[in-house]
Nanobody
Framework: QVQLVESGGGLAQPGGSLRLSCAASGFTFSNYVMSWYRQAPGKERELVAAIARAGGSTNYADSVKGRFTISRDNAKNTVYLQMNSLKPEDTALYYC????????????WGQGTQVTVSS
């Protein structure tokens, strides 16, 4: 059974930090490009960051560049999102997504973890 389970969300103050984790199971993690998306109320889901299978290549939305860092540990089947210098506009439901490197129509979503940035 394929599962992506996010954790680490919560309430943070502006300027604070959170680290999200997404634990994968039920598929060969190292064959998948991993990414984080977010969706704020009333807005479309947007890509935040993505990381290649071996972790050597990453890309970020302009809005989070220099503040967020995506990483992965293929031995633990886990992808992370380190979020620093948080802003209120980072408030959203954060999802991880796994997309097969070759068969792009083969993908999986997690259930999401809420991040709220407020003083």
């Amino acid at each position: 059974q394929v599962q992506l389970v996010e954790s680490g969300g919560g309430l943070a103050q502006p300027g604070g930090s959170l680290r999200l984790s997404c634990a994968a199971s039920g598929f060969t993690f190292s064959n998948y490009v991993m990414s984080w998306y977010r969706q704020a109320p009333g807005k479309e889901r947007e890509l935040v960051a993505a990381i290649a299978r071996a972790g050597g290549s990453t890309n970020y939305a302009d809005s989070v560049k220099g503040r967020f860092t995506i990483s992965r540990d293929n031995a633990k089947n886990t992808v992370y999102l380190q979020m620093n210098s948080l802003k209120p506009e980072d408030t959203a439901l954060y999802y991880c997504k796994a997309v097969h490197k070759v068969v792009s129509t083969l993908y999986h979503w997690g259930q999401g973890t809420q991040v709220t940035v407020s003083s």
